[in-house]
């Protein structure tokens, strides 16, 4: 994020939204983690429910990408066989990413749930799934300035492949 232009302040992961939105953030970035997204999702849901009905541009990765399903209304679900290590091919899909669907990024991965793909409300479209196994590797939320990914665009094994996604980010924010 850094590298992309931004300014960046960590909190931590159960910090209430008055909290956050005291600090007048331009965007919020929901970070990965380990675990079952449906308990961290308890403390985290409500928070990014919050924060997407204020319109603040979110982009979440791995956990932080689930969070965001779940915050939209999609479900998660634990896999047959978790994605673990790099050389992942996702592709890009959905009209959001018109401009470069059809598009294959070399991801890394390290996670045991995905965001259940056949689960994503209307106004949530699919824009990356896993070659591997077709299971659900990124969402946009139409209307609003949020979006994540399952993978970790920060590991670069492509090496270069996902840093758009923070240069994405960072064009959202102010």
């Given at each position: 994020?850094?590298?992309?232009?931004?300014?960046?302040?960590?909190?931590?992961?159960?910090?209430?939204?008055?909290?956050?939105?005291?600090?007048?953030?331009?965007?919020?970035?929901?970070?990965?983690?380990?675990?079952?997204?449906?308990?961290?999702?308890?403390?985290?849901?409500?928070?990014?429910?919050?924060?997407?009905?204020?319109?603040?541009?979110l982009?979440?990765?791995?956990?932080?990408?689930?969070?965001l399903?779940?915050?939209a209304?999609?479900?998660?679900?634990?896999?047959?066989?978790?994605?673990?290590?790099?050389?992942?091919?996702?592709?890009?899909?959905?009209?959001?990413?018109?401009e470069?669907?059809?598009?294959?990024?070399?991801?890394?991965?390290?996670?045991?749930?995905?965001?259940?793909?056949?689960?994503?409300?209307?106004?949530?479209e699919?824009?990356?799934?896993?070659?591997?196994?077709?299971?659900?590797?990124?969402?946009?939320?139409?209307?609003?300035?949020?979006?994540?990914?399952?993978?970790?665009?920060?590991?670069?094994?492509?090496?270069?492949?996902?840093?758009?996604?923070?240069?994405?980010?960072?064009?959202?924010?102010?």
């Amino acid at each position: 994020l850094v590298k992309a232009g931004a300014k960046v302040t960590v909190v931590p992961a159960q910090t209430s939204l008055d909290e956050v939105l005291a600090l007048k953030p331009d965007g919020v970035f929901l970070s990965n983690g380990p675990g079952d997204p449906a308990a961290t999702g308890e403390y985290a849901v409500p928070v990014i429910q919050g924060l997407l009905e204020r319109d603040v541009p979110l982009f979440g990765i791995c956990l932080g990408h689930q969070m965001l399903g779940l915050a939209a209304g999609a479900k998660t679900a634990k896999m047959h066989q978790g994605h673990r290590g790099a050389n992942h091919p996702v592709q890009r899909v959905g009209e959001g990413w018109a401009e470069t669907s059809g598009l294959v990024e070399i991801t890394s991965m390290n996670h045991g749930f995905a965001v259940d793909g056949t689960t994503l409300p209307p106004e949530v479209e699919q824009t990356h799934v896993s070659l591997f196994d077709g299971s659900n590797c990124g969402i946009a939320i139409k209307g609003k300035r949020a979006f994540g990914v399952q993978y970790h665009p920060e590991a670069s094994p492509g090496p270069q492949d996902s840093f758009y996604l923070f240069e994405k980010f960072v064009g959202m924010l102010g």
